[in-house]
């Protein structure tokens, strides 16, 4: 009798990567709708440029707690199970916001936000844990890498298609909205047929819907100082993408005098930029390593790009060139750094406390968007050259934050090196081996 092929050895693999990469390519192409459409929702609702910003902060505050007791879930219900009910109450949160456009009820948008945030991280760490399952070794950083690029997609789909559907439906806030809540019962369907599929898989392979390892704190104890000082680079530079790319729109049409069009091409540069490259490194990564001279050149990037709207002045007329150099740096640490630091993670914390690490990270991230994005509301209550300054110095100040850590990271990896310890590739591989076979027991 024939041995039956499992289907993560066959190209239904990358079939499931394509389901799996629909889930982060719809929570950036929805949850991003507040930074692409900021003009459209002061004028609909009669708020501020503040406003517009809690609407980033109240998003992410439940995920301060929730991406941790989201892995209690996960681990009480299994993954699939879990996976579908998360984004269930992403399309609940979506509904909030589109009754709020037609009540123009500011308060009920909040409500929805909220609601949108509650799990979406959570989400992030099934779909982690899918990648996990279904690519091993040297495909773990390649999967992980055009994930990432399917992140950037959605944001750049959205910088696409949010002026079109608002002007061609006579600039009517509420037609954006309800194709927002359209996309979100897609994204469900597609969910729950990658849950099929993979439940299929376990069955021929004589396994069941596995649980995550439980998020417990009391753990953290036993993790290493590598992986806190990674910590709080990684936090800190997600914030610093998030907070700018929420605000930079209206930035770029105030202090740059560019248009509606002009200000989400250049938007959308950074996501353009790190589509492309989050794969090639993902890969370049599973071949050679360096994983930390790659985050160290990406976090430069970041400085230099801050550093750069720091310095820019007002232009009286319509200006250019230094905006679109500053994205592209931009785009270049994004596709750069995360294409190694996610995959990373699992590499620096004991392989029974992965879901423990995943979720740390993704809390510690939510910790720092939610009270940096409450300052720049409060910077920004009043929209003027001085307080996007401030804006942009506080940014620049939070990437020099992100990228010294780095700088420990690669004299502690010199130094291990030199002393014979350093973890080579192959090694790094039969870590990650180990970590799903941990996964299956």
Request: aromatic letters at 16%; charged letters at 15%; a neutral charge.
């Given at each position: 009798?024939?041995?039956?092929?499992?289907?993560?050895?066959?190209?239904?693999?990358?079939?499931?990567?394509?389901?799996?990469?629909?889930?982060?390519?719809?929570?950036?192409?929805?949850?991003?709708?507040?930074?692409?459409?900021?003009?459209?929702?002061?004028?609909?609702?009669?708020?501020?440029?503040?406003?517009?910003?809690?609407?980033?902060?109240?998003?992410?505050?439940?995920?301060?707690?929730?991406?941790?007791?989201?892995?209690?879930?996960?681990?009480?219900?299994?993954?699939?199970?879990?996976?579908?009910?998360?984004?269930?109450?992403?399309?609940?949160?979506?509904?909030?916001?589109?009754?709020?456009?037609?009540?123009?009820?500011?308060?009920?948008?909040?409500?929805?936000?909220?609601?949108?945030?509650?799990?979406?991280?959570?989400?992030?760490?099934?779909?982690?844990?899918?990648?996990?399952?279904?690519?091993?070794?040297?495909?773990?950083?390649?999967?992980?890498?055009?994930?990432?690029?399917?992140?950037?997609?959605?944001?750049?789909?959205?910088?696409?298609?949010?002026?079109?559907?608002?002007?061609?439906?006579?600039?009517?806030?509420?037609?954006?909205?309800?194709?927002?809540?359209?996309?979100?019962?897609?994204?469900?369907?597609?969910?729950?047929?990658?849950?099929?599929?993979?439940?299929?898989?376990?069955?021929?392979?004589?396994?069941?819907?596995?649980?995550?390892?439980?998020?417990?704190?009391?753990?953290?104890?036993?993790?290493?100082?590598?992986?806190?000082?990674?910590?709080?680079?990684?936090?800190?530079?997600?914030?610093?993408?998030?907070?700018?790319?929420?605000?930079?729109?209206?930035?770029?049409?105030?202090?740059?005098?560019?248009?509606?069009?002009?200000?989400?091409?250049?938007?959308?540069?950074?996501?353009?930029?790190?589509?492309?490259?989050?794969?090639?490194?993902?890969?370049?990564?599973?071949?050679?390593?360096?994983?930390?001279?790659?985050?160290?050149?990406?976090?430069?990037?970041?400085?230099?790009?801050?550093?750069?709207?720091?310095?820019?002045?007002?232009?009286?007329?319509?200006?250019?060139?230094?905006?679109?150099?500053?994205?592209?740096?931009?785009?270049?640490?994004?596709?750069?750094?995360?294409?190694?630091?996610?995959?990373?993670?699992?590499?620096?914390?004991?392989?029974?406390?992965?879901?423990?690490?995943?979720?740390?990270?993704?809390?510690?991230?939510?910790?720092?968007?939610?009270?940096?994005?409450?300052?720049?509301?409060?910077?920004?209550?009043?929209?003027?050259?001085?307080?996007?300054?401030?804006?942009?110095e506080l940014l620049l100040a939070l990437s020099f934050l992100g990228f010294v850590p780095l700088l420990y990271l690669y004299k502690?990896?010199?130094?291990?090196?030199?002393?014979?310890?350093?973890?080579?590739?192959?090694?790094?591989?039969?870590?990650?081996?180990?970590?799903?076979?941990?996964?299956?027991?």
């Amino acid at each position: 009798m024939a041995k039956i092929i499992s289907w993560h050895h066959t190209k239904i693999r990358w079939l499931v990567l394509v389901l799996i990469g629909v889930y982060p390519f719809v929570v950036f192409l929805i949850g991003e709708f507040p930074a692409l459409l900021g003009e459209q929702i002061k004028q609909h609702f009669k708020v501020s440029q503040a406003e517009v910003n809690y609407l980033l902060s109240i998003r992410s505050f439940p995920n301060m707690i929730m991406s941790l007791l989201g892995g209690l879930i996960i681990d009480s219900f299994g993954v699939g199970r879990s996976y579908v009910f998360f984004s269930a109450i992403i399309i609940l949160g979506q509904f909030l916001c589109f009754i709020s456009a037609i009540s123009q009820n500011f308060l009920i948008m909040m409500i929805g936000r909220l609601i949108f945030g509650l799990f979406d991280d959570s989400g992030f760490v099934a779909e982690s844990f899918y990648i996990n399952k279904w690519f091993k070794g040297k495909e773990n950083s390649l999967a992980f890498g055009i994930d990432t690029a399917l992140c950037r997609i959605g944001s750049i789909t959205g910088a696409i298609i949010y002026p079109y559907i608002y002007m061609s439906q006579d600039n009517d806030l509420t037609s954006c909205l309800l194709t927002c809540l359209y996309i979100t019962i897609f994204s469900f369907t597609i969910i729950f047929i990658l849950t099929r599929i993979d439940k299929c898989s376990d069955l021929r392979d004589n396994t069941t819907d596995l649980k995550l390892d439980s998020v417990d704190l009391r753990q953290i104890k036993h993790f290493s100082l590598e992986f806190y000082v990674a910590l709080v680079s990684c936090s800190t530079t997600y914030a610093i993408f998030f907070i700018f790319g929420y605000n930079c729109v209206e930035m770029f049409k105030l202090l740059y005098k560019m248009n509606q069009s002009t200000a989400n091409i250049l938007y959308s540069i950074p996501h353009y930029i790190s589509a492309v490259l989050t794969p090639l490194v993902g890969h370049y990564v599973d071949k050679k390593g360096r994983n930390i001279e790659i985050l160290l050149f990406g976090s430069f990037c970041q400085v230099l790009a801050a550093f750069i709207f720091y310095l820019m002045p007002e232009c009286d007329s319509y200006c250019l060139v230094f905006p679109v150099f500053g994205s592209i740096l931009i785009g270049i640490f994004f596709g750069t750094y995360y294409a190694v630091m996610w995959p990373h993670i699992p590499l620096i914390v004991p392989s029974n406390m992965v879901g423990t690490g995943f979720g740390l990270t993704y809390a510690c991230i939510n910790i720092e968007i939610t009270i940096f994005s409450i300052v720049v509301s409060n910077l920004l209550s009043i929209e003027n050259f001085d307080n996007y300054s401030k804006m942009n110095e506080l940014l620049l100040a939070l990437s020099f934050l992100g990228f010294v850590p780095l700088l420990y990271l690669y004299k502690y990896y010199r130094k291990q090196y030199y002393k014979g310890n350093y973890i080579q590739t192959e090694k790094a591989e039969q870590l990650i081996e180990l970590i799903v076979r941990n996964k299956s027991n």
